[in-house]
T-cell receptor, first 116, second 113 residues
Framework: GAVVSQHPSRVICKSGTSVKIECRSLDFQATTMFWYRQFPKQSLMLMATSNEGSKATYEQGVEKDKFLINHASLTLSTLTVTSAHPEDSSFYIC????????????FGQGTRLTVV | GNSVTQMEGPVTLSEEAFLTINCTYTATGYPSLFWYVQYPGEGLQLLLKATKADDKGSNKGFEATYRKETTSFHLEKGSVQVSDSAVYFCALSDDTGGFKTIFGAGTRLFVKA
């Protein structure tokens, strides 16, 4: 199957700082990537859809100025959590859509963010 | 819009018991259906999938059949092991949403020795 790499896998940051999470499709080009958030013992909730070369589409209730998404190339999308607060602590997972004959979305390993 | 409903947990079973986790979906298009597993402290792993009606996905003894008539994709395993203890997510994805994945709430499974 296709590989999606997410980095870092864990990060601890201080309140007020910004954190960048990278999502890379290693062996295919992804015009669309997705960012999800998972609170402890809950399901994954879609935060935003990232399209290469255009602005991301955010789900209702997600602050676009707090969660900055950049999809600068067909293999890389980044999520920046700006001015992080403890309530932003969560598990963030990306997925990349591979289109074509066997279209499917592939998930990264996830990033556990802890804001102290 | 698309949605996935799966049975609430936790589900507690003894080793070698039969497992069923129910999942139903609502979709406007023709979705692919998935079961993902998440072990404690880890990311998602794709367990199995089915891309069209009547397809059966299977992996590691788990099976699920895509039932369009009942809009269901129930997960089954004939004999669970302690190592199967995890959270299981039913999910769907279709091209109308650009392949974004919609997840069910997740079902936590505990298997006792």
């Amino acid at each position: 199957g296709a590989v999606v790499s997410q980095h870092p896998s864990r990060v601890i940051c201080k309140s007020g700082t910004s954190v960048k999470i990278e999502c890379r499709s290693l062996d295919f080009q992804a015009t669309t990537m997705f960012w999800y958030r998972q609170f402890p013992k809950q399901s994954l909730m879609l935060m935003a859809t990232s399209n290469e070369g255009s602005k991301a589409t955010y789900e209702q209730g997600v602050e676009k100025d707090k969660f900055l998404i950049n999809h600068a190339s067909l293999t890389l999308s980044t999520l920046t959590v700006t001015s992080a607060h403890p309530e932003d602590s969560s598990f963030y997972i990306c997925s990349a859509a591979r289109t074509g004959r066997f279209s499917e979305a592939f998930f990264g390993q996830g990033t556990r963010l802890t804001v102290v | 819009g698309n949605s996935v409903t799966q049975m609430e947990g936790p589900v507690t079973l003894s080793e070698e018991a039969f497992l069923t986790i129910n999942c139903t979906y609502t979709a406007t298009g023709y979705p692919s259906l998935f079961w993902y597993v998440q072990y404690p402290g880890e990311g998602l792993q794709l367990l199995l999938k089915a891309t069209k009606a009547d397809d059966k996905g299977s992996n590691k003894g788990f099976e699920a059949t895509y039932r369009k008539e009942t809009t269901s994709f129930h997960l089954e395993k004939g004999s669970v092991q302690v190592s199967d203890s995890a959270v299981y997510f039913c999910a769907l994805s279709d091209d109308t949403g650009g392949f974004k994945t919609i997840f069910g709430a997740g079902t936590r499974l505990f298997v006792k020795a």
